[in-house]
């Protein structure tokens, strides 16, 4: 099947945003830096594709993440389609200088919930990092920029366990109140079942300017994100090919694939503005430059994925 069969459920959202994260969160955790020309290629795909929002990349200090050394070159060659957002990850002020260099027209911050991974991601306390964060959003604010952020850790961190809930609202808010548009939630561990995303969801007030960003560790992405729909929650990120991690975090497996959902979403008939088959090609592709199989189980249904065919073939 190259489409799954539409059966509309109640309680959904008729669209989704799917917030793509594949070029800065996917390649970022790659062991080998991808060629800028084929980032590059990349981000054009996933434009034909249908995607809207598509972050490029981030001006993170190249000593801490390599993968993404090459982010000023990237956005001088990248070509940008009529009507799609390139929001780039900006870690601190220089970061920030940078973007504005590149004439950047949306941002995103990446804070913590919890101490200690605040402690070995952003080197700040948990209260600290708001003191980083505060200027760069309002000096972000002040040159007309959107600024979104990230909490991560939001379901349980690796070194503390279980994150309270009401500890991960306080940071969100905080996070809120600084002029953020969005929230991103994050499950960086993948760690996280449905009812603690009802839960968490709930804690906030309501779906109001909230987004979900699950990794599947455990299975569990697509069922969390399902729970974060009928919760009201209508942006989703996730990761072509469900390639991604976090450098900071060893136990954080990949993203939530796009083509996962995207199949998920349309066989209950919530609109996505994605074309399926362009996204397996991509995946298709993009694990033919990476040298080995997409993680994705639509595009292992779906795709002739040559990384994968060339590996059972000498098996």
Excluded at 4 to 10: D, F, G, K, V
Excluded at 74 to 79: H, P, Y
Excluded at 175 to 182: A, F, H, P, Q, V
Aim: proline share 6%; hydrophobic share 40%.
């Amino acid at each position: 099947m190259r489409e799954p069969y539409r059966i509309s459920a109640a309680g959904l959202p008729e669209r989704v945003t799917i917030y793509e994260v594949g070029p800065r969160d996917g390649l970022q955790n790659e062991p080998a830096v991808v060629p800028v020309e084929v980032k590059a290629e990349f981000v054009a795909r996933l434009a034909a594709a249908g995607h809207r929002v598509i972050e490029a990349t981030s001006f993170v200090h190249p000593k801490w993440v390599p993968q993404l050394a090459d982010a000023s070159e990237l956005l001088t060659r990248m070509e940008r389609a009529p009507g799609v957002r390139y929001p780039v990850l900006v870690p601190n002020e220089r970061g920030l200088d940078r973007a504005l260099e590149h004439g950047v027209q949306e941002i995103a911050i990446f804070g913590s919930a919890t101490e200690t991974f605040a402690g070995k991601n952003l080197n700040r306390t948990l209260e600290s990092q708001f003191e980083m964060f505060a200027p760069v959003v309002a000096r972000a604010l002040d040159h007309g920029l959107r600024v979104r952020a990230y909490v991560s850790m939001c379901f349980g961190d690796p070194w503390e366990g279980p994150t309270p809930i009401d500890q991960v609202v306080t940071v969100g808010r905080r996070l809120l109140d600084l002029g953020c548009y969005e929230l991103s939630l994050g499950d960086t561990i993948g760690v996280g079942t449905p009812g603690h995303v009802t839960a968490l969801i709930e804690a906030f007030g309501g779906p109001s300017r909230l987004a979900v960003h699950f990794h599947d560790t455990y299975g569990q992405a697509l069922a969390n994100t399902l729970a974060a729909l009928r919760a009201g929650v209508t942006v989703v990120d996730a990761s072509t090919g469900g390639i991604g991690g976090c450098p900071y975090a060893e136990s954080a497996t990949g993203n939530l694939a796009t083509e996962d959902l995207v199949w998920m979403l349309h066989g209950l008939g919530v609109e996505t503005g994605l074309d399926l088959e362009s996204l397996v090609e991509t995946s298709t592709w993009l694990a033919a430059e990476l040298g080995r199989p997409s993680p994705s189980r639509v595009v292992q249904a779906m795709g002739a994925n040559p990384a994968r065919r060339t590996t059972d073939q000498h098996a």
